[in-house]
């Protein structure tokens, strides 16, 4: 039931916990916060269909997601999204520099923006160190990209510029890296949308980011015609 979930989510501190789960606690170590929200998210989900005195719901999620951290313990590699200067290199920061200074390969989608970048700030690398991924990279390249990950590779994903993912391919590895057990890491830096917005004067307190509209004349009406009635700051790439 839920406030059995909530009851078992509470404690916050790590390896202090019973590590029965039929207590209603469970000891894991955690190897990011972001681990620990999918662990309460699936404990939430699982048990929220469960009956309130059956402990098999939350004992299944319980194995599961001790896998799941087990094997980012063991041997597996790290993803790091990394967002990139959008024009002015010297917005670049100082744990993108770290993070691309010591990851085993770089994924970029233009590998010319991001040699430019480590030529910048005097980054050495070898070619076969930096590999392009993109929108038509297709399936066969990202099984490979996952491979290299769960064989204890560290990869750094970027984009041409800005915060990969927006408007920009990447979510399919995410979405694989999270099945997979794969630690994501976030280096937080420049986005385009976000700039824009607390620059325009319009109401930032509801906004939806729309990305590229369709150029076909028809599709582009019929596209405006769907989002007429949002009624909040709506930001668009062109």
Not at 56 to 74: A, D, F, G, L, S
Request: with cysteine; net charge positive.
């Amino acid at each position: 039931s839920l406030p059995k979930v909530l009851r078992l989510c509470s404690p916050l501190k790590r390896e202090t916990m019973p590590a029965s789960p039929s207590n209603g606690f469970l000891k894991i170590t955690h190897p990011s916060p972001l681990s620990f929200v999918f662990d309460c998210y699936h404990w939430i989900l699982d048990a929220s269909y469960g009956n309130e005195t059956n402990d098999k719901n939350i004992n299944n999620t319980y194995n599961k997601r001790m896998k799941v951290t087990q094997q980012m313990e063991v041997g597996q590699g790290k993803l790091f999204i990394c967002a990139t200067p959008i024009g002015n290199l010297n917005d670049v920061s100082f744990r993108l520099l770290e993070t691309l200074k010591t990851v085993d390969l770089i994924i970029s989608e233009d590998t010319r923006t991001i040699k430019k970048l480590l030529s910048k700030f005097e980054i050495n690398y070898q070619s076969s160190c930096i590999e392009s991924y993109h929108d038509n990279s297709g399936e066969q390249k990202e099984k490979q990209i996952i491979e290299k990950l769960k064989n204890g590779l560290n990869i750094a994903l970027v984009s041409e510029s800005g915060m990969p993912l927006i408007s920009d391919p990447g979510y399919r590895i995410v979405k694989k890296c999270i099945n997979e057990g794969i630690n994501i890491i976030v280096i937080p830096g420049p986005n385009a949308a976000l700039c824009a917005l607390v620059a325009s004067g319009l109401a930032v307190d509801n906004f939806s980011f729309i990305g590229f509209l369709p150029k076909p004349e028809e599709k582009l009406k019929s596209k405006l015609q769907s989002l007429k009635d949002i009624p909040f700051t709506m930001i668009f790439y062109e």
